[in-house]
């Protein structure tokens, strides 16, 4: 019974923040006991003189103003220990960190976040990205202008197709070309479609993550709805490839938009119900209610995009700013909210539903008839019923699928308001088959690299909270450059913009080696 006694303390006397004064009776006597019945870990657990937590003195700021192992000597001694336990407030207990995630289940399992923490306040949060990275940049410059397309699909894997419109649109600016009007229809349409997919998955993902569950299994069913769309139009429910530099891949399939019409006049009902179980669900405005909450100047200083920014109070929107496709010809609202917070993005979010529905019905009802690419075969290939009866258009469409199209020398960059923000690309052309450069601007990354401003003096549990609200997608990110990496682009820069600029003006012979030797790399990430 002595034994279990003692093994049954081991854990109260680890947690003591003042341990028991030392006598030689209860000394010798714990460390008999311990000796007989575990090893030398557990021994000194057992052993009255062990301080599970000690209390060192330190500055305000939490810096250690003695030597940590000479007060440790002090503390040893009896005489001594009375005359630190007289002055308690002058001590704390060191701060200490945490790795939240990637095996939490909120950091959907590529985020790992080391948060310092005083007790359970957030003192300090460091995002370590690049889990997922991938290389995508650098594959695209050994793909031609089509194949690099689907690399966009796999970025942002819950939007789509508006990763593939925003390349397209860049390409389309290199070779000056203007797209049908009912390709731009159609784009448009599933452009809506594909906001209202992911912001079904943040916003029901974020109330799971908080612990509402029914909301996010009753979001799913309506997800399903809007893949079986995808499946329809481009023969994948996922990664879709319709979106393409000319146009769209093929046009609708006879039904489609009934379907999407039926689907429509009843998503308005999901919405409602989504919006009873938590707009007004006290837990869920407890838990969002000045959580997170960024200022519009905050949020332009951190390059906060999307509903990031609108919820501060900033009325940004592609859409409504520089409008591509048929965005201009479309009328919608843009939400914004008041407090900035997580529960105003929340609510914008919610209301971009129903926007998302008037754009999707404007689009029915507005959808023209004609071609959905462009007519000229030297970018877009022609129908397989040409192919079988002139023999030029089976050459247009044996190159486009082996060769590529070549794209003029120049740059440019290419913006949309993509679902969780601005999504970017800059495309750099040196008038052959492949991007000489290519960089993405992912929404998400300036985001994160914000959670260390937006979290501090919030509990650990509200980071979740936070991280819920960003709608987060680490497809998009690559893994940031060392010191190192980073002087040495910047020591090649110049160099490497010589050689540009000699290759657009043809004096720069090609070298056929030039794909296996690698090609200089002059854009800062």
């Given at each position: 019974?002595?034994?279990?006694?003692?093994?049954?303390?081991?854990?109260?006397?680890?947690?003591?923040?003042?341990?028991?004064?030392?006598t030689a009776?209860?000394?010798?006597?714990?460390?008999?006991?311990?000796?007989?019945l575990?090893?030398?870990?557990?021994r000194?657990?057992?052993?009255?003189?062990?301080?599970?937590?000690?209390?060192?003195?330190?500055?305000?700021d939490?810096?250690?103003?003695?030597?940590?192992?000479?007060?440790?000597?002090?503390?040893?001694?009896g005489?001594?220990?009375k005359?630190?336990?007289?002055?308690?407030?002058?001590r704390?207990?060191?701060h200490?960190?945490?790795?939240?995630?990637?095996?939490?289940?909120?950091?959907h399992?590529v985020?790992?976040?080391?948060?310092?923490?005083?007790?359970e306040?957030?003192?300090r949060?460091?995002?370590?990205?690049g889990?997922?990275?991938?290389?995508?940049?650098?594959?695209?410059?050994?793909?031609t202008?089509l194949?690099?397309?689907?690399?966009?699909?796999r970025?942002d894997?819950?939007?789509m197709?508006?990763?593939?419109?925003?390349?397209?649109?860049?390409v389309?600016?290199?070779l000056?070309?203007?797209?049908?009007d009912?390709?731009?229809?159609?784009?448009?349409?599933f452009?809506?479609?594909t906001?209202?997919?992911?912001?079904?998955?943040?916003?029901?993902?974020h109330?799971?993550?908080?612990?509402?569950?029914?909301?996010?299994?009753?979001?799913?069913?309506?997800?399903?709805?809007?893949?079986?769309?995808?499946?329809?139009?481009?023969?994948?429910?996922?990664?879709?490839?319709?979106?393409?530099?000319?146009g769209?891949?093929?046009?609708?399939?006879i039904g489609l938009?009934?379907?999407?019409?039926?689907w429509?006049?009843?998503?308005?009902?999901r919405?409602d119900?989504?919006?009873?179980?938590?707009?007004?669900?006290?837990i869920?405005?407890e838990?969002?209610?000045?959580?997170g909450?960024v200022?519009?100047a905050?949020?332009?200083?951190l390059?906060?995009?999307?509903?990031?920014?609108?919820?501060?109070?900033?009325?940004?929107?592609?859409?409504?700013?520089?409008?591509?496709d048929?965005?201009?010809?479309?009328?919608?609202?843009v939400?914004?909210g008041?407090?900035?917070?997580?529960?105003d993005?929340?609510?914008?979010?919610?209301?971009?539903?129903?926007?998302?529905?008037?754009?999707?019905?404007?689009?029915?009802?507005?959808?023209?008839?004609?071609?959905?690419?462009?007519?000229?075969?030297?970018?877009?290939?022609?129908?397989?019923t040409?192919?079988?009866?002139?023999?030029?258009?089976?050459?247009?469409?044996?190159?486009?699928?082996?060769?590529?199209?070549?794209?003029?020398?120049?740059?440019?960059y290419?913006?949309i308001e993509?679902?969780?923000?601005?999504?970017?690309?800059?495309?750099?052309?040196?008038?052959s088959?492949?991007?000489?450069?290519?960089?993405?601007?992912?929404?998400?990354?300036?985001?994160l690299a914000?959670?260390?401003?937006?979290?501090?003096g919030?509990l650990?549990a509200?980071?979740?909270?936070?991280?819920?609200?960003?709608d987060?997608?680490?497809g998009?990110?690559?893994?940031?450059?060392?010191?190192?990496?980073?002087?040495?682009?910047?020591?090649?820069?110049?160099t490497?913009?010589?050689l540009l600029?000699?290759?657009?003006?043809?004096?720069l012979?090609?070298?056929?080696?030039e794909?296996?030797?690698?090609?200089?790399?002059?854009?800062?990430?």
């Amino acid at each position: 019974m002595t034994t279990l006694y003692r093994l049954a303390g081991h854990s109260a006397k680890r947690l003591c923040l003042r341990p028991a004064p030392i006598t030689a009776s209860t000394s010798t006597t714990a460390r008999t006991h311990a000796r007989a019945l575990t090893t030398t870990a557990l021994r000194r657990y057992a052993e009255p003189q062990y301080e599970g937590t000690r209390l060192i003195p330190t500055g305000p700021d939490f810096h250690q103003t003695d030597d940590i192992y000479g007060a440790s000597k002090l503390l040893e001694r009896g005489s001594a220990r009375k005359s630190l336990e007289g002055s308690v407030d002058d001590r704390k207990i060191r701060h200490y960190t945490v790795n939240f995630g990637p095996q939490h289940p909120a950091a959907h399992g590529v985020l790992r976040l080391i948060l310092e923490l005083n007790g359970e306040e957030i003192i300090r949060a460091d995002p370590h990205v690049g889990l997922l990275h991938r290389g995508t940049e650098k594959l695209c410059e050994y793909k031609t202008y089509l194949q690099a397309l689907p690399y966009f699909d796999r970025l942002d894997y819950v939007s789509m197709m508006t990763n593939e419109q925003c390349f397209a649109l860049a390409v389309e600016k290199l070779l000056n070309i203007e797209i049908p009007d009912r390709a731009k229809w159609i784009r448009t349409l599933f452009g809506e479609i594909t906001r209202v997919l992911n912001h079904l998955m943040s916003v029901l993902s974020h109330a799971m993550d908080v612990g509402a569950l029914t909301p996010f299994l009753w979001g799913f069913e309506e997800r399903e709805k809007l893949m079986e769309f995808y499946e329809r139009v481009s023969g994948a429910r996922l990664h879709a490839a319709y979106v393409r530099p000319g146009g769209v891949h093929q046009d609708i399939p006879i039904g489609l938009l009934d379907d999407i019409y039926q689907w429509a006049t009843q998503f308005g009902d999901r919405i409602d119900e989504t919006e009873e179980m938590l707009t007004d669900n006290r837990i869920w405005i407890e838990r969002l209610r000045g959580v997170g909450v960024v200022s519009a100047a905050e949020a332009l200083n951190l390059s906060f995009t999307g509903v990031m920014l609108r919820g501060s109070g900033v009325p940004w929107d592609i859409r409504k700013s520089a409008p591509y496709d048929a965005y201009g010809e479309v009328e919608f609202d843009v939400p914004v909210g008041v407090n900035g917070d997580c529960y105003d993005r929340y609510l914008c979010r919610m209301e971009e539903f129903r926007q998302s529905l008037r754009i999707i019905i404007q689009c029915l009802n507005k959808m023209p008839e004609g071609a959905v690419r462009v007519e000229d075969y030297k970018i877009s290939p022609p129908p397989r019923t040409a192919m079988k009866e002139n023999m030029e258009a089976l050459i247009h469409h044996f190159l486009l699928y082996t060769k590529g199209y070549a794209v003029p020398p120049g740059d440019t960059y290419s913006a949309i308001e993509a679902p969780k923000g601005e999504m970017g690309v800059y495309v750099v052309s040196d008038g052959s088959e492949r991007p000489y450069r290519v960089h993405i601007r992912a929404p998400g990354f300036a985001h994160l690299a914000g959670f260390d401003s937006i979290s501090r003096g919030h509990l650990l549990a509200d980071a979740v909270a936070v991280i819920g609200t960003m709608d987060l997608v680490f497809g998009k990110w690559l893994h940031a450059m060392s010191k190192k990496e980073r002087n040495a682009r910047r020591a090649n820069l110049m160099t490497n913009s010589i050689l540009l600029q000699a290759r657009l003006i043809g004096n720069l012979l090609e070298d056929p080696t030039e794909k296996e030797r690698g090609k200089p790399d002059f854009c800062l990430s």
